[in-house]
């Protein structure tokens, strides 16, 4: 080896173990054991996917999970198809089927705190591990929640559970209390180039 190899080679060790010791403190600091409040936002794709590849991982141990789907879009989905018979999954799809199409304001109010109702019990049961609660967010953008409540019962819930929060815009008070905020940014999407949305890709 020449001079000038020996010497980045040298130095790339010691990067290396710079890079190790740093890694190495931060895990000995995170020793923390409790459940998370996870949110995902932002216009990209990939929110409600991720949050129930997520929630696959806490299956393959056997976790005890249940979905709300705060909105119920035209199609049947993949999800619910590939989910809804697990016998760890509870899956509930919000009240009457709400869909952007609606347009009885009383009755997707209804329909929101119905699945309100339901939510607060998952929140307040040991038994479940992770909880997903799909597109929840617009029930506070659209005023069919307040967000106080639901800001309570996360507080209070068992100290290792888990729940995941999806949607576009999240209200303030959500992110105030979250463990891990991530922002999925909408650079391209397949619809604006003219493609048909696609069973098991959207939906
Ligand atoms: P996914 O369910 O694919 O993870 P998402 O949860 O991030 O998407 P939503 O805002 O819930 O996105 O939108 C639901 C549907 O709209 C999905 O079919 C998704 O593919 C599609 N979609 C998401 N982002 C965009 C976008 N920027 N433009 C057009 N369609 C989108
Ligand atoms: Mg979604």
Known sequence: MN??????DKKYQERMAKKKALID?????????????ILLKGNGKGK???????????????????????????????????FQNHPLVDWHVMGHG???ETQDKAQDIAAAEKAWVLAEKLLADDQYDFL?????????KYGYLNV????EALKKRPKMQNV??????????????ADTISTVQDDRHAFRLGVKAQQGIEY
């Open 3 to 8: 001079k000038t190899a020996e010497d980045s």
């Open 25 to 37: 403190e931060r895990i000995a600091n995170a020793q923390e054991e409790r459940g998370i409040l």
């Open 48 to 82: 409600s996917s991720s949050a129930l590849g997520t929630m696959a991982r806490s299956l393959g141990y056997g976790k005890k999970c249940a979905v709300i789907q705060f909105i119920k879009g035209e199609n049947e989905t993949g999800e619910q198809r590939f």
């Open 98 to 100: 709400f869909t952007w």
């Open 132 to 140: 997903l609660f799909d597109e929840m967010s617009y029930m506070f």
């Open 148 to 151: 106080e409540p639901v800001i």
């Open 164 to 177: 995941m929060i999806t949607g576009r815009t999240m209200a303030m008070p959500l992110q105030d209390i």
